[in-house]
DNA sequence: AGCATGTAACCTCCACTATCA
DNA sequence: CCTGATAGTGGAGGTTACATG
């Protein structure tokens, strides 16, 4: 149950019903002046609505001794006072059109730097600037602290606003209570004949979908939607949407509350809560019912909201001490469900179950929130997905509480993660949900297109609290999920392979466990340059004798090439006719033998730089490269012009890969001699300036010559034997390699 | 560039089963 | 055992977007 203050809120009577209290839906909004204000109109609310939970505005100390206990609110500022009944508090946010029920709001602190008045660090005596709409002091009578996010964020994030959308509401021009009768609402509900609401918000119907459309171009966060005439507070609660999701003209200053910037040896660790990081900017705060937020995940230390680290942040699924890993992957196609249907259910895993996730190393008694949301499947630049979210399923089926939370528009759904259980978690309550395309691509700054982006990964944060007061983030992605409808008949899948390698010479047999094979499924193992330039394809021999719906036998294909001398990646699918294709799978063809590498002649110079004593041992002479069989390393004559490819590609995998990893790749010798912007060994390219590649790592031993060219000083490149191997098995040189070897 | 057309993907709705109270 | 509610699954048809000529 996640609510966005951000979005809609209008109230709702004790069936559940959007208030009568109707007006004008297309009152206008965000007035500013509160000379505005209506005086008669706020009592009227007040008079329509019952007394026991109270919002309340004027000039009063919002210190409401029931506040917590009976869900009031309370507004200051400084124009008259309004009070306002909910006796239940509903909202719409983007994902669900059906009433969430926020009437025990409780609350993380939202830090929405410029937007929302922050929260005092201590105590009232911290002013709090609005030039906007209130010009005068705001006192806060509790300060959020900490991990406090309950009074403190509503007054931030939900009752300055609200004040703000109240005058706006209550201004002469906007009729306060008008028109809208119950009827009409209901009829507005949705109206399928069956009943099959959606786990647990419900699903909306076409006509209203037509109908929404119509009004608004999307109803997400930031464009809130108007479709349902309200009452007065509803569009009060729609300005506050407004007056939060644009620009308010609230100039805000938080005096006490710095930002700091983290350096990447600090990624993955977030410092105790004072200190935002500015990217953090949580656009959202929720609300959660109490009957059953803090009671489903009862002492579950997770990390505050306003300190999380952006979704989009990379982080690390281990440090030296921990390890956050996906035990059982989910299923590699899960048919998301719009908000239109029913609930189709959690993610699976192949196995039939659902997937687990573990983090280890951890030794603490308290349970950890384990988050899970759904991320795109470009595992170069994991980011929340736009077109999908995760959906909290319930049921007696699930095992697994949960609580939702929404974070910059991004549902997450929280898992506890108990010592008791070692730290893992069946994730059986995450579903997803498929929002659609159009009110997505209609987003102010959405790039993304949703057609055919139909696939996701389960992404998994926990946050683990250190001694210091800090915060250790962990970050583990799932494989890839297929979300379509399509896939999930047509397509094959392969959820298990039997082997992820063999030898360049093919031959073992392989089975296949998966969906949607048949007896005219078809194996192709093929390599790829990193431009998706296709290299080489073989078909498999299939025995299909043996073969079933669920299981493919089949025989590994020979590599194309027997003298490979560093494993090689290539991948497989299956497909079933011509487009009906799974995706694409990992294999990995290894060498005869692993070659020996014989070191190069080293100036002595450099070796005095190696630290060693005495004259290296002579062998091979530039511009060859060998290696110790005498046969050619990838750094022969083909070498620069492979490696030259990616002249002014920063984002490469080469060059990723010469960033993030340790593996040594250095010039030492000129780069003059290529043509163009030069590149190292990798990819990286070679500043024109000063003709340095990227920093050279500490540890290289072996200097291994990588081209020849005539009449140029042979260039060296220092590679660390020991990662040799390994460094073919990454992406960034998986993807030189097959540069390396189409120019072959 | 603009239009017509075919196709594929998207989105909604229906039918059905299973489970449980 | 029946009924109704709920959750989940599979399928299909209308709509929409895109590719192509």
Same mark, same amino acid.
């Not at 209203?208 to 997400?220: A, D, I, K, L, V």
């Not at 953090?280 to 909201?305: D, I």
């Not at 004559?637 to 993030?660: E, F, G, K, T, V």
């Given at each position: 149950?996640?609510?966005?203050?951000?979005?809609?809120?209008?109230?709702?009577?004790?069936?559940?019903? @959007?208030?009568?209290?109707?007006?004008?839906?297309?009152?206008?909004?965000?007035?500013?002046?509160?000379?505005?204000?209506?005086?008669?109109?706020?009592?009227?609310?007040?008079?329509?609505?019952?007394?026991?939970?109270?919002?309340?505005?004027?000039?009063?100390?919002?210190?409401?001794?029931?506040?917590?206990?009976?869900? $009031?609110?309370?507004?200051?500022?400084?124009?008259?006072?309004?009070?306002?009944?909910?006796?239940?508090?509903?909202?719409?946010? #983007?994902?669900?059109?059906?009433?969430?029920?926020?009437?025990?709001?409780?609350?993380?602190?939202?830090?929405?730097?410029?937007?929302?008045?922050?929260?005092?660090?201590?105590? !009232?005596?911290?002013?709090?600037?609005?030039?906007?709409?209130?010009?005068?002091?705001?006192?806060?009578?509790?300060?959020?602290?900490?991990?406090?996010?309950?009074?403190?964020?509503?007054?931030?994030?939900?009752?300055?606003?609200?004040?703000?959308?109240?005058?706006?509401?209550?201004?002469?021009?906007?009729?306060?209570? =008008?028109?809208?009768?119950?009827?009409?609402?209901?009829?507005?509900?949705?109206?399928?004949?069956?009943?099959?609401?959606?786990?647990?918000?419900?699903?909306?119907?076409?006509?209203?979908?037509?109908?929404?459309?119509?009004?608004?171009?999307?109803?997400?966060?930031?464009? @809130?939607? %108007?479709?349902?005439?309200?009452?007065?507070?509803?569009?009060?609660?729609?300005?506050?949407?407004?007056?939060?999701?644009?620009?308010?003209? =609230?100039?805000?200053?938080?005096?006490?509350?710095?930002?700091?910037?983290?350096?990447?040896?600090?990624?993955?660790?977030?410092? @105790?809560?004072?200190?935002?990081?500015?990217?953090?900017?949580?656009?959202?705060?929720?609300?959660?019912?109490?009957?059953?937020? !803090?009671?489903?995940?009862?002492?579950?230390?997770?990390?505050?909201?306003?300190?999380?680290?952006?979704?989009?942040?990379?982080?690390?699924?281990?440090?030296? &001490?921990?390890?956050?890993?996906?035990?059982?992957?989910?299923?590699?196609?899960?048919?998301?469900?719009?908000?239109?249907?029913?609930?189709?259910?959690?993610?699976?895993?192949?196995?039939?179950?659902?997937?687990?996730?573990?983090?280890?190393?951890?030794?603490?008694?308290?349970?950890?929130?384990?988050?899970?949301?759904?991320?795109?499947?470009?595992?170069?630049?994991?980011?929340?997905?736009?077109?999908?979210?995760?959906?909290?399923? $319930?049921?007696? $089926?699930?095992?697994?509480?949960?609580?939702?939370?929404?974070?910059?528009? $991004?549902?997450?759904? %929280?898992?506890?993660?108990?010592?008791?259980?070692?730290?893992?978690?069946?994730?059986?309550?995450?579903?997803?949900? /498929?929002?659609?395309?159009?009110?997505?691509?209609?987003? /102010?700054?959405?790039?993304?297109?949703?057609?055919?982006?139909?696939?996701?990964?389960?992404?998994?944060?926990?946050?683990?609290?250190?001694?210091?007061?800090?915060?250790?983030?962990? &970050?583990?992605?799932?494989?890839?999920?297929?979300?379509?409808?399509?896939?999930?008949?047509?397509?094959?899948?392969?959820?298990?392979?039997?082997?992820?390698?063999?030898?360049?010479?093919?031959?073992?047999?392989?089975?296949?466990?998966?969906?949607?094979?048949?007896?005219?499924?078809?194996?192709?193992?093929?390599?790829?340059?990193?431009?998706?330039?296709?290299?080489?394809?073989?078909?498999? /021999?299939?025995?299909?004798?043996?073969?079933?719906?669920?299981?493919?036998?089949?025989?590994?294909?020979?590599?194309?090439?027997?003298?490979?001398?560093?494993?090689?990646?290539?991948?497989?699918?299956?497909?079933?006719?011509?487009?009906?294709?799974?995706?694409?799978?990992?294999?990995?063809?290894?060498?005869?033998?692993?070659?020996?590498?014989?070191? %190069?002649?080293?100036?002595?110079?450099?070796?005095? &730089?190696?630290?060693?004593?005495?004259?290296?041992?002579?062998?091979?002479?530039?511009?060859?490269?060998?290696?110790?069989?005498?046969?050619?390393?990838?750094?022969?004559?083909?070498?620069?012009?492979?490696?030259?490819?990616?002249?002014?590609?920063?984002?490469?995998?080469?060059?990723?890969?010469?960033?993030? #990893?340790?593996?040594?790749?250095?010039?030492?010798?000129?780069?003059?001699?290529?043509?163009?912007?030069?590149?190292?060994?990798?990819?990286?390219?070679?500043? @024109?300036?000063?003709?340095?590649?990227?920093?050279?790592?500490?540890?290289?031993?072996?200097?291994?010559?990588?081209?020849?060219?005539?009449?140029?000083?042979?260039?060296?490149?220092?590679?660390?034997?020991?990662?040799?191997?390994?460094?073919?098995?990454?992406?960034?040189?998986?993807?030189?390699?097959?540069?390396?070897?189409?120019?072959?």
């Amino acid at each position: 149950m996640v609510v966005n203050v951000f979005s809609h809120l209008f109230l709702v009577d004790d069936a559940g019903i @959007p208030s009568s209290h109707g007006t004008n839906r297309t009152s206008p909004i965000a007035h500013q002046d509160p000379s505005l204000y209506d005086e008669e109109s706020a009592s009227q609310l007040s008079h329509h609505l019952p007394t026991d939970d109270l919002l309340t505005y004027g000039q009063s100390d919002y210190r409401h001794p029931s506040m917590l206990a009976s869900h $009031t609110g309370a507004l200051q500022g400084n124009g008259p006072r309004i009070e306002i009944t909910c006796p239940d508090l509903y909202h719409y946010d #983007h994902i669900h059109t059906n009433p969430v029920n926020i009437s025990r709001p409780m609350l993380d602190i939202p830090y929405r730097e410029n937007q929302c008045l922050s929260p005092a660090s201590s105590t !009232s005596s911290t002013s709090w600037h609005s030039d906007g709409y209130s010009p005068g002091t705001y006192s806060p009578c509790i300060s959020p602290g900490v991990g406090e996010g309950t009074l403190a964020g509503l007054t931030e994030a939900v009752l300055c606003p609200m004040m703000q959308a109240i005058q706006a509401s209550g201004s002469p021009n906007t009729s306060p209570r =008008t028109s809208i009768t119950e009827d009409t609402f209901l009829d507005r509900r949705p109206t399928s004949p069956r009943s099959r609401s959606a786990s647990p918000q419900g699903k909306r119907t076409y006509t209203e979908y037509e109908t929404q459309r119509s009004q608004s171009p999307r109803f997400g966060r930031d464009e @809130p939607a %108007e479709f349902y005439p309200l009452a007065n507070l509803e569009d009060s609660m729609n300005s506050l949407s407004h007056s939060l999701t644009k620009p308010i003209p =609230t100039k805000i200053v938080r005096p006490n509350l710095e930002y700091s910037v983290y350096t990447e040896s600090q990624v993955g660790m977030f410092p @105790p809560m004072p200190e935002v990081k500015k990217e953090f900017a949580v656009e959202s705060c929720y609300f959660m019912p109490a009957n059953w937020s !803090s009671q489903a995940l009862a002492g579950v230390c997770s990390m505050p909201v306003a300190a999380l680290p952006a979704l989009d942040w990379p982080l690390p699924s281990s440090t030296e &001490q921990y390890e956050l890993k996906i035990e059982v992957q989910p299923r590699q196609h899960h048919r998301a469900h719009y908000e239109t249907e029913g609930s189709r259910g959690a993610v699976k895993a192949s196995t039939g179950g659902h997937p687990v996730v573990q983090l280890r190393g951890y030794t603490g008694t308290e349970p950890l929130a384990l988050q899970v949301f759904i991320g795109t499947a470009d595992d170069r630049n994991l980011r929340p997905h736009a077109f999908y979210q995760v959906h909290r399923i $319930t049921g007696k $089926t699930v095992s697994t509480n949960s609580q939702e939370r929404m974070l910059n528009g $991004t549902k997450i759904l %929280e898992v506890a993660l108990e010592p008791k259980e070692n730290m893992r978690a069946v994730v059986d309550c995450a579903g997803i949900l /498929k929002l659609r395309n159009a009110d997505i691509e209609l987003k /102010k700054g959405e790039t993304d297109v949703g057609r055919k982006n139909t696939r996701v990964r389960l992404v998994f944060r926990v946050h683990v609290p250190q001694p210091s007061g800090q915060w250790i983030s962990l &970050q583990v992605a799932s494989q890839t999920i297929e979300c379509s409808q399509r896939s999930a008949h047509e397509h094959p899948v392969v959820d298990h392979q039997e082997l992820d390698h063999c030898s360049v010479l093919g031959g073992p047999q392989m089975m296949l466990r998966g969906q949607n094979f048949t007896s005219e499924s078809k194996v192709i193992f093929f390599e790829k340059t990193h431009v998706d330039l296709q290299l080489w394809e073989a078909e498999a /021999k299939v025995y299909r004798d043996k073969c079933t719906s669920n299981l493919l036998f089949l025989e590994i294909p020979p590599y194309r090439d027997p003298n490979i001398y560093h494993p090689v990646k290539v991948k497989f699918h299956v497909l079933n006719g011509k487009k009906r294709c799974s995706q694409p799978q990992n294999f990995t063809y290894t060498p005869l033998s692993v070659p020996q590498i014989k070191p %190069e002649p080293v100036e002595e110079y450099q070796y005095a &730089q190696l630290g060693c004593t005495g004259r290296p041992i002579m062998g091979i002479s530039p511009p060859s490269c060998h290696l110790a069989d005498g046969r050619m390393m990838p750094g022969g004559p083909s070498y620069q012009r492979a490696h030259c490819m990616y002249p002014a590609a920063p984002q490469h995998a080469p060059m990723r890969y010469a960033l993030d #990893h340790t593996v040594p790749a250095v010039f030492s010798g000129s780069p003059a001699h290529t043509a163009g912007p030069a590149t190292s060994a990798y990819g990286s390219r070679v500043s @024109p300036t000063t003709g340095r590649s990227p920093p050279a790592r500490s540890h290289q031993q072996t200097y291994l010559p990588v081209h020849h060219q005539r009449n140029v000083s042979p260039v060296r490149v220092t590679i660390k034997q020991e990662n040799l191997d390994q460094a073919y098995l990454d992406d960034g040189l998986y993807a030189y390699h097959s540069v390396y070897t189409e120019q072959c």
